[in-house]
């Protein structure tokens, strides 16, 4: 009677093992950065903010034993934030990911955005001083005052350059969910 259970527990186990191996799932994490070139020139001058964009994928994205993300699979979202450059402070680009298209064809639902490795705002730096002032810097020495004189920015800047990114940029999808395949 116990080698009758103890065959049946076996077989049950193996059975059970053997089916959750059948629907295995496959995740990337929140936060997974995923590397993408530009499919073309994505300036400031010429996008607005809603524009499509693309993006596609560099290399393939493996999660244990599964190519979760194939390579050349396209990236497609648009333009979430766009600022034009302004007197001392440079163009601003923001992307945001909402599908994916499979070498195969299959489109999927994502959740991510576009970053440089740095920010998830391309652009938006300061500009240089457009002129400096001479400036005297005195401090007390032993006897005396000494002093020294410096050029420094005059509080006027140059300009605002437009920003954008080019095919072969390095760029990350940033994930901002976990995408799971079945």
């Not at 302004?86 to 970053?115: C, Q, V, W």
Request: proline share 5%; charged share 20%.
């Amino acid at each position: 009677m116990k080698r009758i259970f103890l065959a049946i527990a076996l077989i049950l186990t193996f059975t059970l093992s053997v089916c959750t191996s059948c629907y295995a799932t496959a995740m990337l994490d929140k936060g997974a950065f995923i590397l993408v070139h530009a499919k073309k020139v994505f300036s400031s001058e010429t996008l607005q903010e809603g524009d499509k964009v693309y993006f596609v994928a560099v290399a393939d994205v493996w999660v244990d034993e599964t190519n979760i993300i194939p390579k050349n699979t396209i990236f497609s979202g648009y333009v979430s934030m766009l600022k034009m450059p302004i007197k001392g402070i440079n163009a601003a680009l923001k992307f945001k990911i909402t599908h994916i298209t499979l070498p195969s064809g299959e489109t999927r639902n994502f959740d991510g955005y576009i970053s440089n490795g740095k920010s998830d705002m391309i652009g938006g730096e300061q500009t240089p001083p457009a002129s400096y002032n001479k400036m005297a810097h005195l401090y007390p020495s032993r006897l005396h005052w000494s002093g020294t004189t410096q050029w420094v920015p005059s509080g006027e800047y140059e300009y605002g350059q437009h920003r954008g990114v080019k095919p072969g940029q390095n760029l990350f999808v940033v994930l901002e969910s976990p995408y799971i395949i079945e």
